[in-house]
């Protein structure tokens, strides 16, 4: 039988398409047809309040912007956030399953919530910033940052993984194209990935807006997930599968990711395949320097 093919249409979320209630961005595993993964973004007013239920799934309390206090099972985490996804790492909160949180932010901010359904139960915990792995990854122009702050192996939950990836304008990332949709132990992972944007302002060009673009080729699995999108500040892509990359930052404007994972491997692990056909590029990175510009910063900024 030939896969359905998801398309842009279904799979790129420009800004506020998706906004639900006090969310800007709210992606449920019901509303992305798929079973586990799930983001929302919530802007809280200086002063602002807002309490949900964990119900199924675990969550990483993120701060996009600004400060926040997070409370849930009589533990209250303290989270010093950061001005902006280009300015700093941020510390997070962990979230259990079959829990209550509340969050409080005195001067206001925008918070990602990165959920993932899962069976176990795991404590609450708070993730220093000085403890988030930050990476330099590829060379030349194909340098990016990569923020481990949820990576498997870095922070302990059950089914989510989450990290930031930051690109200098110009570069591309993601790349060479690689997908996670097939279930091979020790080689490759099945997981269900949402892509959130924030493009960074030219500061000499004001009036000039920042985008990036995203790709994703359908790779056999699956349903045959095929998207060319541009992509600006509070975008989502939805990758169900496929071959996914570049992400391609344009000139003269910084480009951050959030990546939100989980599947049903009963590992936690991102094991990933290069496409045959573009793996040789990183044959070229022993030859090429990593980006000047690397990194935007380092855990203690």
Known sequence: MTPRIRTADACHLPAGSAAAGPYALKVSPESAGWAHSSLRVLPLAPGGRHTFATGDS??????????????TGGETFELRGRSGVFAAVSDFAYVPRDAEA???????????????????????????????????????????????????????????????????????????????????????????????????????????????YQRVTPS?????????????TGDAVLIPDGWHGPSIAAPGHDMYYLNVMAGPDAERAWLISDHPDHAWIRDRWRDERTDPRLPFYRPEA
Do not use: M
């Open 58 to 71: 675990e969550w990483i309390v993120l701060p996009l912007s600004g400060s926040c206090t997070v409370a």
């Open 102 to 212: 509340t969050l409080v932010s005195a001067a206001g901010g925008r918070f990602a919530l990165a959920g993932a359904r899962c069976t176990r139960r795991l404590p609450a915990r708070y993730g220093p910033a000085d403890g988030v792995p930050v990476e330099l990854r590829g060379a030349g122009g194909c340098s990016r940052q990569v923020n481990n702050f949820a990576a498997a192996g870095v922070f302990e939950a059950d089914r989510l993984i989450a990290v930031e990836v930051l690109t200098p304008g110009g570069n591309w990332s993601s790349y060479p194209p690689h997908k996670h949709d097939q279930p091979r132990p020790g080689e490759e992972s099945v997981l269900e990935e949402i892509y959130y944007y924030e493009i960074a302002d030219a500061p000499a060009h004001p009036a000039a807006e920042g985008v990036g």
């Open 220 to 232: 056999g699995h699956g349903t045959g997930t095929d998207v060319l999108a541009e992509v600006r």
